[in-house]
């Protein structure tokens, strides 16, 4: 099983990007699928995630309204489309599917990793 992230980069405050990733090796859209990110000294957070059974979207208060996270199922891919980006959403950005069962905004709660995009935003 991979997950492969990409779609990082710098770009200025009030700009937008996109970030993907691919799952291989198994299909993940009907457990969850969703997006971390940790700053320097900082948690692991959760930002953006899809449970599939209750087929919800969370986001945290720090990105709601200026995220989208979507899956599309036929590429096993999710994406999480970031608009309005502030300098305090500098991160490396990592993407999670094989959601367990636990709290979703726990990293313990999902099984596999991406191996995480760094994302600049300067001021």
């Known amino acids: 099983v991979q997950l492969q992230a990409s779609g990082g980069g710098l770009v200025q405050a009030g700009g937008s990007l996109r970030l993907s990733c691919a799952a291989s090796g198994r299909t993940f859209d009907r457990y969850g699928m969703g997006w971390f990110r940790q700053a320097p000294g900082k948690e692991r957070e959760s930002i953006a995630v899809?449970?599939?059974?209750?087929?919800?979207?969370y986001y945290a208060d720090s990105v709601k309204g200026r995220f989208i996270i979507s899956i599309y199922s036929a590429e096993n891919t999710q994406y999480l489309q970031m608009n309005s980006l502030k300098p305090e959403d500098t991160a490396v950005y990592y993407c999670a599917a094989g959601f367990n069962g636990s709290p979703y905004y726990s990293p313990g709660s999902w099984d596999y990793w991406g191996q995480g995009t760094l994302v600049t935003v300067s001021s």
């Open positions: 899809i449970i599939w059974n209750d087929r919800n979207k």
